[in-house]
């Protein structure tokens, strides 16, 4: 088996090319999903997600490729985090909960990367939300839940007002492996703790929205007006401070 610094496919010229692979470098897992998540997991913790040590401690009960070891291993550590956090709730120790509720959501959201759609998927979802909001009242971070009516559905979303009136805001779209909460902790708690105001949603074929029969669109900028539409009409979002970041 080649390394993962290694190329499939090595051009004439002598340059390697990493078409087929999703991360240059291995940082844990032979997997090339399991190491570029993994990845992603490491970089949470930052603002506010598992902490180096404990993404490696979850690594380490994981088998190399088998997504159903990765959730069950993730959903373990979300569950001791919380038992954790029932200690400082009865400490009266708020933002202490909120701070190990927030990396539960990071733990939860690994769980389900590699579990395909139904029960499982929507349990583990559904958990990462519940305690992605329970961290941002604790925290008291200034997070609103939205939704936007599109296609007969509604896309979720989260918006942070600044305390600055003016400042502008940022719109964070994620990818088709991500969901909007998520985008708080890869991006948008970096933002937010810079002034600005925040903006994060969830668009046709993320998170739980294909449960209500709402795919990937080809025109995806139909769904990004419908949640600037709303930012507009909700929170009085002036359009020529708003960014949109894809």
Same mark, same amino acid.
């Given at each position: ?13 002598? *340059? ?5 692979? $999703?991360?240059?470098? *291995? ?25 180096? #040590? /404990? ?23 979300? /569950? ?18 909120? /701070? ?8 939860? $959201? ?94 046709? #074929? ?41």
């Amino acid at each position: 088996m080649k390394s993962q610094n290694e190329s499939s496919t090595n051009q004439p010229d002598g *340059r390697v090319d990493y078409s087929t692979q $999703r991360l240059t470098q *291995r940082y844990r897992f032979d997997d090339p999903n399991m190491d570029l998540f993994f990845l992603g997991a490491l970089s949470w913790g930052a603002a506010g997600g598992l902490s180096v #040590g /404990e993404a490696f401690y979850v690594a380490s009960q994981i088998e190399d490729g088998n997504p159903d070891s990765w959730a069950a291993a993730f959903e373990r550590q979300a /569950e001791v985090l919380i038992a954790q956090s029932e200690i400082w709730l009865q400490k009266k120790n708020v933002r202490a909960a909120g /701070e190990i509720h927030l990396r539960a959501f990071a733990a939860y $959201r690994s769980a389900w990367q590699f579990v395909v759609p139904g029960k499982r998927f929507d349990h583990l979802f559904r958990s990462s939300q519940k305690y992605f909001d329970l961290a941002m009242r604790e925290l008291q971070l200034p997070a609103t839940k939205f939704s936007v009516s599109y296609g007969g559905g509604e896309l979720p979303g989260h918006f942070y007002q600044s305390a600055d009136s003016n400042a502008p805001t940022i719109l964070i779209i994620g990818g088709a492996d991500t969901c909007h909460e998520d985008r708080f902790l890869s991006q948008g708690r970096y933002y937010l703790d810079r002034g600005y105001s925040l903006a994060l949603a969830d668009l046709p #074929g993320q998170g739980l929205v294909p449960g209500q029969g709402l795919y990937w669109e080809q025109h995806t900028e139909n769904s990004i007006r419908a949640v600037v539409d709303t930012l507009i009409e909700k929170f009085n979002v002036d359009t020529k401070k708003l960014v949109l970041w894809g």
